[in-house]
């Protein structure tokens, strides 16, 4: 079975700092989709940024952008200029085409002003 | 732009009670997704539908049942409720043949 592991069950960042939060996945499919997930307080399940498995360039989206490595099978987040909006519990998350998503345990990131 | 609906947002039940737990896709998407999240926990997935069709099943105990209606919205039917089962129950949907999951805001079940 598939697997994604959150290994930082909390992490804190400064204002306007870069942090990255890190993930890893077992599988042994070639064709896969992984995606970040942000929780606020609110329990709002937000879509981050998306990744597919068959494309080499790692996904940006604004200040939020990926490091993708296949061949290790990890999936970090790196977040730049933090905000205090950003503060949220994060969830790496792992789909084989038209199967369930499975997350990770999440990491809780906390911003300080 | 439209997002996944759910309704209702808050419920309070009983032991041993019922509960109906609705969800309204983005419109065009024809996939929806059910998941369980339990206090401190990750989202658990419970079942998932396409076209009307169960397309795929998680961990999803047998005193639940769910179905997707032809206008696609789709409810979860919970009975014989238990104390564990108070958790946030979220709808996702998505257009076939793109894997990205949109979320509703999520109903949360509280079972007394």
């Known amino acids: 079975a598939q697997t994604v592991t959150q290994s930082q069950p909390e992490m804190s960042v400064q204002e306007a700092e870069t942090v990255t939060l890190s993930c890893t996945y077992d599988t042994s499919e070639s064709d896969y989709y992984l995606f970040w997930y942000k929780q606020p307080p609110s329990r709002q399940m937000i879509l981050v940024i998306r990744?597919?498995?068959?494309?080499?360039q790692n996904a940006t989206e604004n200040r939020f952008s990926v490091n993708f490595q296949k061949a290790a099978k990890s999936f970090s987040l790196k977040i730049s200029d933090s905000q205090l909006g950003d503060a949220a519990m994060y969830f790496c998350a792992y789909i084989e085409a038209n199967n369930d998503m499975r997350f990770g345990a999440g990491t809780r990131l906390t911003v300080k002003p | 732009a439209a997002g996944v609906i759910q309704s209702p947002r808050h419920l309070i039940k009983e032991k041993r009670e019922t509960a109906t737990l609705k969800c309204y896709p983005i419109?065009?998407?024809?996939?929806v997704y059910w998941y369980q999240q339990g206090p401190g926990q990750d989202p658990q997935f419970l079942i998932s539908f396409y076209e009307k069709m169960q397309s795929d099943k998680g961990s999803i105990p047998d005193r639940f049942s769910a179905q997707q209606f032809s206008d696609y919205h789709s409810e979860l039917n919970m009975s014989s409720l238990e104390l564990g089962d108070s958790a946030l129950y979220f709808c996702?949907?998505?257009?076939?043949?793109?894997?990205?999951?949109?979320f509703g805001p999520g109903t949360r079940l509280l079972v007394l």
């Open positions: 419109p065009r998407h024809d996939t």
């Open positions: 990744q597919e498995a068959y494309k080499q």
């Open positions: 996702a949907s998505s257009p076939r043949g793109l894997e990205t999951q949109y």
